[in-house]
């Protein structure tokens, strides 16, 4: 089945500075790639999402690209603020599966 | 508001119990997923009901179950409650399977406490 590995586990970043998180999948098929945001207590939000024939995609501050070939998509986040500090989420989909999280990324953005 | 509605938003119990968590999916959706989430874990997927079928299984218990109703809620249950089962427990849905556009949306979750 489809494995995802995401990097850092833990991020501190001072505001005003630029986060990347990292994550690898195993499955070639796989063909959605959204991030989630998740606050203490609260749900996981959708940010942002990338389809499989698209290479990069921002909205804002946060953008995510894709590399189908080294089977990898990063979420970057520019201009941090204290509000982006959260839990991170990666998932990875696979039309007629099922959608599958990384383990998360703590990210902490420091004034 | 991502649509998704769950209930109740917290549930404290003894251990040995039985409770059930309730959740509406998004409008159109006929996905519906359950996720386990311990403290400062990350999101353990439990099972996925589509239009009423089971569809896929992850780590859950024997003492867990669920189902999707006609109307399209799910409900899981869960039994002889432990200590370790207390969590947050989302629901997520999402439109369809096999579509080209699937997103995944979650409920506020239901914090189950067992004491």
């Known amino acids: 089945g489809e494995n995802v590995e995401q990097h850092p586990s833990t991020l501190s970043v001072q505001e005003g500075d630029s986060a990347v998180i990292k994550c690898t999948y195993s499955?070639?098929?796989?063909?959605?790639f959204p991030w989630y945001k998740q606050e203490l207590g609260k749900r996981p939000q959708l940010i942002i999402d990338?389809?499989?024939?698209?290479g990069e995609k921002k909205d804002q501050r946060i953008a995510v690209t894709l590399n189908k070939t080294a089977k990898h998509f990063s979420l970057h986040i520019t201009e941090t603020q204290p509000e982006d500090s959260a839990v991170y989420f990666c998932a990875v989909y696979n039309y007629g599966q099922n959608f599958v999280f990384g383990p998360g990324t703590r990210l902490s953005v420091l004034p | 508001d991502s649509g998704v509605t769950q209930t109740p938003k917290h549930l404290i119990t003894a251990t040995g119990q039985r409770v059930t968590l309730r959740c509406s999916p998004r409008s159109g959706d006929l996905s519906v997923y359950w996720y386990q989430q311990s403290l400062d874990q990350g999101l353990q997927f439990l099972i996925q009901?589509?239009?009423?079928?089971?569809?896929a299984k992850g780590n859950i218990l024997e003492r867990f179950s669920a189902q999707q109703f006609p109307d399209l809620h799910s409900e899981l249950n869960l039994s002889s409650l432990e200590l370790g089962d207390s969590a947050l427990y989302f629901c997520?849905?999402?439109?369809?399977?096999?579509?080209?556009?699937?997103?995944?949306?979650f409920g506020s979750g239901t914090q189950l406490s067992v004491l």
């Open positions: 990338i389809r499989s024939n698209v």
């Open positions: 499955d070639s098929a796989s063909n959605y």
């Open positions: 009901y589509y239009n009423g079928e089971e569809r």
């Open positions: 997520a849905s999402s439109r369809t399977q096999g579509a080209t556009n699937e997103k995944l949306f």
